[in-house]
């Protein structure tokens, strides 16, 4: 019994974060909203055929992927959830609020021409890249 409330209650703050990025936003973003955060959520991945897996639709994995691909394609919809973002974070920092970035161990092997390309220790490969 215990287990099911807590399953309860990560599923209503779920659907009041999806709910808060996507005010305003037209029934089919909302929808894409709470579908992308249920789905990252759930995989721990942010890889759409992943998303889409843990969204079980009773369609093609195919198709589940293009419908999200196309919403992704949706005009301004990152700046619109952006700025939500934002404006839910920026309350909670503070003039000594740290912001910490760990940038070793993403490596982009085959890379040459990208912004800010850095030597960083690849874990996977303990090597640097």
Known sequence: MHNARIAQ??????????GELS????????????????GILARGSVRLTEVGRALGEKILLKK????????LGRRHLDREIQRRLID???PR?????????????????YAEKMEN????R??????LG
């Open 122 to 127: 690849d874990g996977s490969e303990k090597d």
């Open 117 to 120: 390309m850095g030597r960083v």
């Open 64 to 71: 589940t992927e293009e419908r999200l691909c196309l919403q």
């Open 23 to 38: 005010t305003g936003l037209p029934k089919v973003a909302r929808r894409f909203v709470a579908e992308m955060v249920f």
């Open 88 to 90: 839910q974070a920026a």
């Open 9 to 18: 209650r990560l599923r209503e703050q779920m659907v009041r974060f999806s």
């Open 93 to 109: 920092i503070e003039e000594d609020t740290l912001l910490v970035l760990d940038l070793s161990d993403v490596t982009k092997k």
